[in-house]
């Protein structure tokens, strides 16, 4: 039996609908709506498929000097969790085309007094 606070149907559509926000300007390479999203502070940290990023300033300057062409992906196995009304784990693989290996994604969202926003992130490959 799942605890009443986990999964709110309400709770996990706001999530859902942040994640999807944070996807589409992933792959349309907007930056503005992307540093929104991740939370302005020096502990968020994002663990990246070649990179490891700790501090908004240090993910500010990924995205600045990330190439804005090939981001188009398709997400599979999307699972997003809530616990509570202010906690959520969005777990998602993904592939590119032409591309063999598939990635891995996983993101920590807090709701904060601005809202839903990324404060741990981690991008992996399979090989």
Known sequence: MIPEHIDRPA??????AAFYRYE????SNDVAVL??????DPRTVRLGAGENLYGIEA??????ARPASGLARTLHDTVITTFGDDYAVCSTE???????????QQQTWVR???GWRIVAA??????
């Open 11 to 16: 709770i996990v559509a706001e999530v859902t």
């Open 24 to 27: 589409q300007a992933l792959v």
């Open 35 to 40: 540093d929104e999203l991740f939370w302005h």
């Open 59 to 64: 993910i500010r300057a990924f995205r600045a």
């Open 94 to 104: 993904f592939t590119r085309e032409g591309v063999a290996s598939r990635g891995r």
């Open 112 to 114: 904060l007094p601005m």
């Open 122 to 127: 981690q991008v992996s490959l399979m090989t």
